[in-house]
C-alpha cells in the first residue's frame, strides 16, 4: 500500500514534467532549466516572434519552488472534478471562461489523461472528450491528440472544441490550419482569447518551413470584419502588433532566403482594427487555492 503511494506521487510529479533532486533539502523544480552566470537587474528584451520571424514565441517559463507546485498538485485533485466540468465547459461554443482561468490548470492537465495509470486501470476516460484532448497536448502527446480530435470531429461535426484544438495544433502541423479558421470564425473571442493563454502553458515546436505568422495574420485580415467589436486581450493585442512591426513593417533585411511580403490595404486596415483594442480589459475569474 505504501509503495503504491510514493509511485503515485512520482507520476503526479512526471505527469506535470517536472523535475527534482533528492540529494539536498534546499531542491528547486524548474519548468525550464537554462544556464545563468550572473543575475542581472535589467530584464532582456524579448521579442515576440522566432529568429526567422516564422512563428510566435513563448512566455519565460517561471522558476517554481517545490512547495508551490506539491500545493498546486494537491489543489488539483481535491478540484478535480470541478476543473475538468470547467474546461468542458470552455470547449463549447460560448464566451465562457471559467475553465482556462482555473489556479492550477497545469498540474490538472498533467493529471488528467493519467487517471487509468493512476488508478490502475478501474477507471476509464473518455478518450475523445476535449478534457482529454487538452490533457494530451500538456504532455507533449501531440500526434495523440491529433489522431483523438480528428476522431471527435468526425463523431460531431462542427464541433468547436475539436476544431479549436486541433486548429492549436497547426503551429505544429500545417496541416490542421483550417481548423483554427473555421474555430475563429465560429467563435472569434474565445479563440484569440485560448490562442493568447496557451503562451504561458503549452509550447509547440513548428515545421521550420511553416511560416505560421503569415498564414495567421493573413487569416485575420480576410476574416477582418469579425475584429470590429470583438474584445481582445491586452497581452495579445501588443504581442500581435509587436509581431506585425517586425513580419511587415521594419525594413527587411536584404538576405537571398529571405521571403518578401507584399502588405495589402486589407492587411493594415486588420491591424488598425486590433491596436484600437489596448484600452480593453478583460475581467478575470481566477479560482483562488483554499
Known amino acids: 500500500m505504501r509503495y503504491g503511494k510514493v509511485l503515485m506521487s512520482v507520476l503526479f510529479l512526471c505527469a506535470c514534467g517536472l523535475q527534482s533532486a533528492d540529494t539536498s533539502p534546499q531542491i528547486t523544480i524548474v519548468h525550464e532549466i537554462k544556464p545563468t552566470a550572473k543575475r542581472k537587474t535589467a530584464h532582456k528584451k524579448i521579442s515576440p516572434l522566432t529568429e526567422n520571424n516564422f512563428s510566435f514565441s513563448y512566455n519565460d517559463r517561471a522558476v517554481m519552488p517545490n512547495k508551490m507546485t506539491v500545493q498546486k498538485i494537491k489543489?488539483?485533485?481535491?478540484?478535480?472534478?470541478?476543473?475538468?466540468?470547467?474546461?468542458?465547459?470552455?470547449?463549447?461554443?460560448?464566451?465562457?471562461?471559467?475553465?482556462?482561468?482555473?489556479?492550477?490548470?497545469?498540474?490538472?492537465?498533467?493529471?488528467?489523461?493519467?487517471?487509468?495509470?493512476?488508478?490502475?486501470?478501474?477507471?476509464?476516460?473518455?478518450?475523445?472528450?476535449?478534457p482529454y484532448i487538452l490533457s494530451l497536448i500538456f504532455l507533449g502527446k501531440y500526434e495523440q491528440a491529433q489522431t483523438n480530435a480528428l476522431v471527435l470531429l468526425k463523431k460531431t461535426p462542427d464541433h468547436y472544441g475539436a476544431l479549436l484544438l486541433l486548429g492549436m495544433l497547426s503551429m505544429y502541423n500545417r496541416e490542421n490550419f483550417p481548423y483554427l479558421e473555421r474555430a475563429f470564425v465560429m467563435n472569434p473571442f474565445k479563440t484569440l482569447y485560448f490562442f493568447d493563454w496557451h503562451f504561458s502553458y503549452i509550447m509547440f515546436y513548428p515545421q521550420d518551413d511553416w511560416d505560421f505568422v503569415d498564414a495567421f495574420f493573413k487569416m485575420l485580415t480576410k476574416h477582418r470584419s469579425l475584429l470590429v467589436d470583438?474584445?481582445?486581450?491586452?497581452?495579445?493585442?501588443?504581442?500581435?502588433?509587436?509581431?506585425?512591426?517586425?513580419?511587415?513593417?521594419?525594413?527587411?533585411?536584404?538576405?537571398?532566403?529571405?521571403?518578401?511580403?507584399?502588405?495589402?490595404s486589407e492587411m493594415y486596415g486588420m491591424i488598425q482594427l486590433i491596436r484600437r483594442h489596448y484600452q480593453y480589459v478583460p475581467k478575470k475569474k481566477t479560482v483562488k487555492t483554499d
Not at 251 to 256: D, L
Request: charged share 30%; with cysteine; glycine share 4%.
Open 75 to 130: 489543489y488539483s485533485v481535491r478540484k478535480f472534478s470541478r476543473m475538468t466540468k470547467n474546461v468542458e465547459r470552455f470547449f463549447q461554443n460560448d464566451n465562457n471562461l471559467e475553465g482556462m482561468n482555473e489556479h492550477a490548470i497545469d498540474a490538472w492537465g498533467g493529471l488528467y489523461s493519467l487517471r487509468p495509470e493512476l488508478a490502475e486501470n478501474k477507471i476509464t476516460v473518455d478518450e475523445y472528450s476535449t
Open 230 to 264: 470583438l474584445k481582445i486581450p491586452p497581452n495579445l493585442v501588443s504581442r500581435l502588433s509587436k509581431a506585425f512591426i517586425l513580419k511587415y513593417e521594419e525594413p527587411q533585411r536584404n538576405e537571398p532566403n529571405e521571403p518578401k511580403y507584399r502588405i495589402c
